[in-house]
T-cell receptor, first 116, second 112 residues
Framework: GAVVSQHPSRVICKSGTSVKIECRSL??????MFWYRQFPKQSLMLMAT?????????EQGVEKDKFLINHASLTLSTLTVTSAHPEDSSFYIC????????????FGEGSWLTVV | GEDVEQSLFLSVREGDSSVINCTYT??????LYWYKQEPGAGLQLLTY?????DMKQDQRLTVLLNKKDKHLSLRIADTQTGDSAIYFC????????????FGDGTTLTVKP
């Protein structure tokens, strides 16, 4: 079946550096992908909607200059956490909608980011 | 804005049925989902139901939807220890199926 893959699954970076997380739809094209953030023992909060070929739409309170989203192709969206701080440590999950299979939503496996 | 609420914890004995409840506020919700998340893992879509349905059954899973009360439930029959996880209820509007609002998750503990 359709799969959404995220990479890396775990990453540790130093404060002040940037880290990129990739979200790929492996066997379907996704014009729209979504990025969520999940703090430990909490729910998923939508950060932004990633639109292929155009700017991402950010949810209220999400800093677009800090969380850069690029959806350069129909199968790849990237989230770059810039100038990372320890409070950015979280679980980041992406999802993609397969519009050709009844709008089925597929989630990636998630990426654990630890900023030290 | 949209709000999705769930009870935080549920504990059952192995072999019993589990019922996880969820309420939502958005009248335009068209897609309603149940996801499972095991520790340290991503989300696994268990099942979903469209708002024009009342019930959906898939093996051990039964989803009931009361659209009037905006109440959704997930019943797991013959609950096993492997079912221990966090279960998230989520809803999406018709206009943007992928933009989901999640509940806080119900931690299901299955005791042997």
């Amino acid at each position: 079946g359709a799969v959404v893959s995220q990479h890396p699954s775990r990453v540790i970076c130093k404060s002040g550096t940037s880290v990129k997380i990739e979200c790929r739809s492996l066997d379907f094209q996704a014009t729209t992908m979504f990025w969520y953030r999940q703090f430990p023992k909490q729910s998923l909060m939508l950060m932004a909607t990633s639109n292929e070929g155009s700017k991402a739409t950010y949810e209220q309170g999400v800093e677009k200059d800090k969380f850069l989203i690029n959806h350069a192709s129909l199968t790849l969206s990237t989230l770059t956490v810039t100038s990372a701080h320890p409070e950015d440590s979280s679980f980041y999950i992406c999802s993609a909608v397969d519009i050709y299979s009844g709008n089925t939503i597929y989630f990636g496996e998630g990426s654990w980011l630890t900023v030290v | 804005g949209e709000d999705v609420e769930q009870s935080l914890f549920l504990s059952v004995r192995e072999g019993d049925s589990s019922v996880i409840n969820c309420t939502y506020t958005d009248s335009s919700s068209t897609y309603l989902y149940w996801y499972k998340q095991e520790p340290g893992a991503g989300l696994q879509l268990l099942t979903y139901i469209f708002s024009n349905m009342d019930m959906k059954q898939d093996q051990r899973l039964t989803v009931l939807l009361n659209k009037k009360d905006k109440h959704l439930s997930l019943r797991i029959a013959d609950t096993q220890t492997g079912d221990s996880a966090i279960y998230f209820c989520a809803e999406s509007p018709n206009t943007n199926a992928g933009k989901s609002t999640f509940g806080d998750g119900t931690t299901l503990t299955v005791k042997p």
